[in-house]
């Protein structure tokens, strides 16, 4: 079958390999599907890499023309190695098939996806492709072709093409929410689908990384098991007095930096045209290629995935931290706006180095507002953790209560901590600084000649953001006494 030029297959399973599958309901979070993959490894002792993510390959079904064309087909490749070191169990065909297999139903529901532990949800599909991509590299001793058409290529220019007639910001996404974060079953989109879902790309991003890592490896090494790399990709930790600048591996909240230094370089344009072609001829549709929108469409649609994805910051939407309802209407904000109102929070005082740490300060945060000030919302507009991440509070739309006296002309951005002795991390305010204003003016919600100023000029009555923490924004652009 084919939609929009993009194949999909669903092939027999001629082998299984040994897995005995998660105790209890299965969760749809990536410690999970790590969870089992280990179990496989440990299960099958002396299993490569390599064989075991061909093998996920063919549980999935993903022989489709164009993998095919760049890493061969699993059934002939991978059947020899799994089967001899393998005892038959059905069981871990049900688990990884519904797992790994991407598809969106008609009801908006996203499956092939896991929610991450730093809150991001990741399709598994591109994110095993790339992986699968690099280990093929490593052990033939040869560069990984086909990482970007695999991960990412396919996907937006099918993308860009199916949607051209509409606006560039529908042609990619969206993002949803999970039912539970943190027993989640069940991940709803915000809005219809486009063949790039926000899961999708994350996933192909983060293939393109860990698939970089295995090629990368010295002729020497020998792979680290799969679960072991996913493992130091998606479940560090950080340790109280630490950021992320203190870790110098590739970890998943740095997917959008890491995955631009890799793939920039590339000349995108040519990559994702060569990519559309290559679609075409193993389809035999080569006569799409003398549409002249083409060439318009790929432009507009990478223009928009450079910005909603390399220069705009990650940002945690409210569904998924736990916020409650708005307890009003919403007013909507004038657009732009000539401000921005830096503020720590005080309280919680400690910075928040993970997701549910960060997700509960929000709700304790929202809690406090609503309930002990008696606002319809949380205050801020935004608020960064020391996570990696941005929280939407208010949003970009919408009037906070942030900064008194200046709510409408300005957006309030908030970092979790007490600052007055101490500065947060750098990766916290680099997001703040360059990030997300980048993002605001490129969106048309800040202008372009915006002031920054720390919440203690405009009201007397406040320390805000602290001493530490006000002392170096003044140094920042934009800042005005």
């Not at 990559?271 to 193993?282: G, I, N, P, R, S």
Request: proline share 5%.
């Amino acid at each position: 079958m084919t939609l929009f030029g993009l194949s999909f297959f669903v092939l027999a399973s001629s082998f299984f390999i040994v897995y005995s599958g998660p105790t209890g309901v299965h969760l749809r979070n990536m410690e999970s599907f790590i969870q089992a993959v280990q179990q496989v490894e440990d299960s099958n002792p002396g299993l490569c890499p390599l064989a075991l993510v061909r093998a996920l390959r063919k549980t999935a079904g993903h022989d489709d023309e164009m993998t095919i064309h760049f890493l061969g087909a699993s059934y002939s490749i991978a059947y020899a190695e799994v089967l001899e070191k393998a005892i038959l169990n059905a069981s871990s065909f049900s688990f990884f098939d519904k797992a790994i297999h991407h598809i969106v139903t008609d009801y908006g529901e996203e499956r092939g996806v896991v929610l991450a532990p730093d809150g991001t949800t990741v399709a598994l599909a591109p994110l095993l492709l790339g992986i699968e991509t690099g280990l093929k590299a490593k052990v033939e001793g040869t560069s990984p072709v086909g990482m970007f058409p695999l991960t990412l290529g396919r996907r937006l220019g099918l993308s860009f093409l199916s949607l051209q007639d509409f606006p560039p910001s529908n042609r990619l996404g969206p993002n949803g929410c999970w039912d539970s974060v943190e027993r989640p079953k069940l991940f709803k989109l915000s809005r219809p689908a486009t063949l790039a879902t926000d899961a999708v790309i994350n996933g192909g991003m983060d293939g393109a990384i860990l698939g970089m890592d295995y090629s990368n490896l010295l002729a020497s090494e020998q792979p680290p098991a799969l679960s072991e790399f996913l493992k130091g990709y998606y479940s560090y930790v950080l340790h109280e007095g630490q950021g992320l600048d203190d870790i110098t591996s590739h970890v998943s909240p740095r997917r959008r930096e890491i995955s631009r230094s890799i793939l920039e370089p590339l000349d995108l344009y040519s990559q994702v045209m060569e990519t559309l072609a290559l679609v075409w001829k193993l389809e035999k549709t080569e006569w799409i290629a003398l549409d002249t929108g083409v060439g318009k469409a790929v432009k507009d649609g990478l223009q928009e995935f450079v910005n909603k994805f390399w220069v705009c910051p990650q940002i945690i939407p409210r569904c998924q931290w736990g916020a409650k309802a708005y307890q009003s209407t919403p007013i909507p904000l004038s657009l732009p706006v000539q401000f921005l109102y830096v503020h720590h929070t005080y309280e919680p005082s400690s910075p928040c180095l993970s997701f549910p740490n960060c997700s509960r300060n929000m709700r304790a945060m929202q809690r406090f507002h609503q309930e002990d000030r008696g606002w319809s919302d949380i205050g801020y507009s935004f608020v960064i953790g020391s996570d990696g991440y941005i929280y939407e509070g208010r949003g970009w739309n919408y009037l906070g209560t942030h900064t008194r006296g200046h709510n409408s002309i300005g957006y309030g951005v908030s970092i979790i901590g007490n600052y007055t002795a101490a500065l947060p991390s750098h990766h916290a305010m680099d997001l703040l600084r360059h990030r997300l204003v980048q993002c605001a003016v490129d969106g048309g919600g800040l202008a372009a000649n915006f002031t920054i100023q720390g919440h203690r000029q405009v009201v007397n009555y406040t320390s805000c953001p602290g001493d530490a923490f006000f002392s170096e924004i003044r140094s920042w652009e934009h800042f005005r006494e």
